[in-house]
Structure formats: C-alpha cells, structure tokens
C-alpha cells in the first residue's frame, strides 16, 4: 500500500513556460497560498532541512510538501511520518527539472484550501532546474559544505536565479576545505542580492533563521 | 591568456546518439585510445580523484583529460597544474550533459596520437548525463560519502549504467550516518555487476586499486 500519494507526472506540452509560470504565480495569488521551489544538488540535505523546518512551522501557518524525484517515493514518506503534513511525491518519469505546467500538474494534487505554504523539493539538479520557471514565489537553494565553496563559480545559472541560498552541514566544516566567507563572496558574485543563511538541519543550527525569513514572505504574500 | 584550451561545444545535431556512440567507440578502438566517461554530482570530488589517478598512471600509459563545465575553467587548469597532461576544457554553454557528438568535438582537440586514455569528466549531474552513451569504453562515477548511501535508490539510471562505483570521501565517515555495506547493497540492487572501490582522493587510499583497474581495461583495449 503506498504511504503517500505519488503522482506520475507528464511531460509539459506547453512551449511557453514562462507564461505558464506567470499564469501559475497569479492563481497562487489569489487563492493565498505561497509556493517555494527548494533546489541542490543530490544528498545536499533538503529532506532534512524541510522536516526540522515544517516542525518550526506547522504551528504557526498550514505547510504542505511536493517531493520531486526520478523514481522513488522514499522522501515523500520519510517527511509524512516524520510531520504529518500533506506531502505528495512527484514522479518525473526520468525527468531532470519541473516546469511550471509540471509544477501545477503537481499542485492539482494538493488541498490547496489547506495550505499557506507549499514547498516544491525539485529534482537533485543544479544544472536543469535553474532553467525553469515553476510558477513559485521564490527559488531557494541548498549548498552543503562538502560540495565546496567554489560551486557558485561552477553553476552560475542556478546562484544567479535564487534568491535565497542556504549553506547546510555547517557541523562538519572542520573536516572540510571550505571557508564560509569565500562562499558567501563567490554567490555574491552571481547574485548580489542573494540571501546567505548558514544552516545545520541535523543539529537545527540556523533553522530560525530559515523560518523567521519564510513567515515573513508568507506573510506578505497573503496581504 | 587562456591556461588550458578551452572549446565550446555545440549542441548535437544528430538524433541517433546510439549510433554516432558506437561509432565513436569502434574508431577509438581503431586508434588504440580508451575513453572513460567519469560522472558525478556536483562536488563529489572529481578533479581531486583524477589528479591522485593522473600522478600514478602518468608513468605508465599516456593519459588526457577533458573537463566538461557548463562555464568556467578552474577544473582544467587546476589538472593542468597538478599533473602537467594534455588537459582541455568542454564548455557545455548551459548544456546539463555529453553526447556521443559532443565528445567528439571535444576529442577533435586532443592530441589522440599522444594518448593512451582519455577521461572526461563528465557535468556534474547524477540525472542527465546518465542518459546518453557518450561512445566511452566504460562509465564510472563517483558517490561521495557526504551525499549519503540511499542515492542508488534515488538515481537508479545513473547507478546502472556505471561499470564502476568509486566511493570516495571514506576519510569523513564517522561524521556522517553512512553504512558502506548498505551502499554497496544498493548499488548492487540497481546493477549487480558493478564493481565499487571505496577511496579517498584527499589521502590517496584505494586510488592504487582504481589504477590496477584501468591499466587492465586500457591494456586490453588496446590488444
């Protein structure tokens, strides 16, 4: 029996994405809900950092989840059991990003009545997913510390398109080459109006941070 | 001035990948040169472990290397420095992957009469590169411990077209909730032939076994 509800979602027909996002982002508007597109690399941490943010969060505003992944449903659940949010997995059937019509196909899914927030976990991507516009809100990023402080210069696209990066794993940044201001520098050469928040999901270091800036965007959002 | 050659590539113009692939391959074979296709995700350790792998063979086998980046070109001259090889950069112009065609481009600028392997270390992506035969003799890729033991199960494509798993980083795994033994299970599960090498490109351990492994595969090419 599946835990979570798993969609399989369809290539987009659609040629202007851009439109569609445009079109998604005003529907999300007038209904009230926010939605964030969370993007990384592979094993960056984002179950992690989602589950220790929806715990802060889900007293406060109504949080649901759309999991993206090629094949597997394994964060979709690990999320359901670890919150008891709404939380959906999104199958890409191969697929390397979401577009905006696959992000609503995604959302059409979601008891929309139910949430101020959703957050869009993308596919562990930083090349594809920057290309695409989903219809959220805003893009955010994680960069975790093994990766490297030099990614930004490797991956331009996906730094200059978020507007907030967080820097997670900062427990294990002794055993690794990896200085925090270099980083903050090299994202700031892409974006220079990047927020940098460094995080640490599995010890929850910096996840009020993260929530105090979400609440506030929400917040907005709805006015 | 430009420290290494630096090419951009031009998107494919042939459909039939599969085919150019095998053409690709059957004229290195014809030359006596062997292409390893080496992927990872994004800060995996690529160009630490090709550096490592490059000072021990480069007494033995000649060896060039191509770096495919979506822009910059640190990772060529950073091996360029390090090892002294024929190194050129792949600019992929926003491209998330290599084609058959696409290495060709690149291999069209390398000195093939002066080598004995080439590797081209591949965008950092676990989804799209998997996809395509870029007409190498094998694939290999590149797990690092820091992105955790489940990524088999996550990105089932890219494990089951990889002939090798390097398992690199060993040296920070008491810091991280990764089980060598569970990796392994689920690499196998995706591809039970693969063979997996646990190293660490920063210490050099186990980088002995991963040469012993291409000298045979180069030495057998090439009979």
Redesign the interface.
């Known amino acids: 029996m599946e835990k979570v509800k798993v969609i399989e979602i369809k290539k987009s027909v659609f040629a202007e994405n851009d439109k569609d996002a445009d079109d998604l982002r005003k529907e999300l508007k007038t209904k009230g809900v926010y939605l964030l597109n969370l993007m990384s690399?592979?094993?960056s941490g984002k179950t992690t950092t989602l589950i220790q943010t929806i715990n802060w969060l889900k007293d406060k505003i109504r949080v649901a989840v759309m999991e993206a992944?090629?094949?597997?449903d394994?964060?979709a659940v690990k999320i359901k059991e670890a919150t008891g949010i709404q939380s959906i997995q999104l199958h890409t059937g191969?697929m390397?990003h979401l577009d905006a019509e696959m992000t609503r196909q995604g959302l059409d899914n979601v008891a929309l009545e139910d949430a101020d927030l959703v957050i869009l976990e993308n596919?562990?991507?930083?090349?594809?997913p920057a290309?695409f516009d989903t219809g959220a809100v805003r893009n955010a990023m994680i960069l975790?510390?093994?990766?490297?402080d030099?990614?930004p210069?490797?991956?331009?696209?996906m730094f200059s398109v978020c507007d907030l990066v967080l820097i997670n794993?900062t427990?294990?940044m002794p055993?690794?080459d990896f200085d925090l201001e270099r980083c903050k520098d090299n994202v700031h050469q892409r974006n220079p109006k990047a927020k940098i928040i460094p995080i640490c999901a599995k010890t929850g270091e910096g996840i009020d941070a993260f929530t105090e800036w979400l609440l506030k965007e929400v917040n907005s959002w709805k006015k």
Chains 1, 2 share one sequence.
Do not use: T
């Open positions: 690399s592979p094993g992944d090629i094949d597997s394994v964060d191969g390397c596919v562990g991507n930083l090349v594809c290309e975790s510390v093994p990766e490297g030099d990614k210069l490797k991956y331009p696209l794993k427990d294990v055993y690794f």
